[in-house]
């Protein structure tokens, strides 16, 4: 098995529908490897590999140089539209062989394992970066960022690396790769981009410790709910807008998700302590005469200030209401992208 085919491209939507379930592969799983002479083989055929993801490469070392808001951004608009080189899990032996023109069809995500039991999944921008992490070589499929967090999403993988073993690399904790999958870019206090080589275990276990997840499932509310929210913030002049979500706090159980309003207000004092009356006083009208509608239903109440926040709300159509929605920035223009604009 020669390089070219352990690389080869496959159409995204295929990969997320023939793989969704096997994305849960068992954290044991490992990726195949080939022979020596394989190897040698894959040497001599880089020609044949998926182009290599080079604006993300750019963008990771000129974060791992000088690490700002700006340059974190440009990573994850880059990790989400560049194609990847996604590790897959050793072929079942046992399994049918594919028909002719259907080559890889059964082919499932590899979940791993490091040494404290965090699973995770691993992915590359480059075969050479492949290489580097797994000289003996293996099996990848390429596929669009976006959509492998999306694959990947519903399985066990607690984090995904992007090129394990080289320097610099990146860690993505679920909470955010959940919000790439959503086209949403993390408001991340800390760089993604690590500068030390590392095991990729030993990374995912790094990422895994003291994180608080964030989501936004759609059920956090139902109608009845959602309209009595909607109808006590909306006329409370201090609240500018809300959005319906969870919280899972750090180190918490994993089914010890929070429902929890997020709210953009003006006029209140910017104290911890007005603030959280402010938002306690919030959830006492919302709850007001309505115990039974929320008796099954607990949730807490709390001021999001964050401006790159409820642009990505609004960008992914998560906002309960906006009395004064943000401007949208305009999407950069990528090298060799023409925009085209028709006359009337």
């Known amino acids: 098995m020669v390089l070219k085919k352990l690389f080869g491209k496959r159409d995204a939507d295929t990969a997320a529908e023939k793989s969704g379930s096997e994305a849960g592969t068992p954290a044991s799983a490992k990726t195949a490897s080939v022979n020596e002479e394989a190897t040698e083989q894959a040497s001599a055929s880089d020609s044949s590999e998926p182009k290599a993801a080079e604006y993300l490469e750019l963008a990771m070392v000129?974060?791992?140089?000088?690490?700002?808001?700006?340059?974190?951004?440009?990573?994850y608009q880059e990790l989400l539209f560049s194609e990847l080189l996604l590790a897959l899990?050793?072929?079942?032996?046992?399994?049918?062989?594919p028909v002719a023109g259907e080559q890889g069809s059964n082919m499932s995500v590899a979940i791993l394992q490091n040494s404290a039991g965090t699973p995770f999944a691993a992915a590359f921008t480059s075969g050479a970066a492949a290489r580097r992490w797994r000289p003996d070589g293996g099996q990848y499929v390429s596929v669009r960022g976006q959509d492998i967090f999306k694959l990947l999403e519903p399985s066990p993988a607690e984090v995904i690396v992007i090129n394990a073993g080289s320097a610099p690399f990146v860690i993505?904790?679920?909470?955010?790769?959940?919000?790439?999958?959503?086209?949403?870019?993390p408001q991340s206090g800390q760089s993604p981009v690590q500068i030390a080589?590392?095991?990729?275990?030993?990374?995912?276990?790094?990422?895994?410790?003291?994180?608080?997840?964030?989501?936004?499932?759609?059920?956090?509310f139902n109608d009845e709910q959602k309209a009595q929210?909607?109808?006590?913030?909306?006329?409370?002049?201090?609240?500018?807008?809300?959005?319906?979500?969870?919280?899972l706090p750090p180190n918490g159980a994993k089914d010890a998700w929070v429902r929890t309003i997020?709210?953009?207000?003006?006029?209140?004092?910017?104290?911890?302590?007005?603030?959280?009356?402010?938002?306690?006083?919030?959830?006492g009208e919302i709850v007001a005469d309505k115990t039974d509608l929320f008796e099954q239903t607990p949730f807490e109440v709390g001021v999001m200030?964050?401006?790159?926040?409820?642009?990505?709300?609004?960008?992914?159509?998560?906002?309960?209401?906006?009395?004064n929605p943000p401007p949208m920035p305009q999407p950069e223009a990528k090298d060799g992208v023409v925009e085209a604009h028709l006359e009337a």
């Not at 993505?172 to 870019?185: D, F, H, S, T, W």
């Open 172 to 185: 993505l904790p679920k909470v955010e790769y959940r919000q790439l999958a959503m086209g949403i870019v």
């Open 262 to 283: 997020f709210l953009r207000v003006a006029g209140v004092p910017e104290t911890a302590d007005a603030m959280q009356q402010f938002c306690s006083s919030v959830r």
């Open 305 to 323: 200030p964050d401006p790159g926040f409820w642009q990505a709300m609004h960008q992914n159509g998560i906002i309960l209401f906006d009395k």
């Open 89 to 97: 899990a050793e072929p079942d032996p046992n399994a049918a062989a």
């Open 229 to 247: 929210a909607h109808t006590i913030m909306s006329a409370n002049t201090n609240i500018e807008a809300a959005v319906l979500g969870a919280i």
């Open 197 to 220: 080589t590392g095991q990729a275990g030993e990374a995912a276990e790094e990422a895994e410790d003291g994180q608080m997840q964030v989501a936004f499932p759609p059920d956090v």
């Open 62 to 75: 000129e974060n791992a140089r000088n690490d700002t808001p700006d340059s974190r951004r440009k990573v």
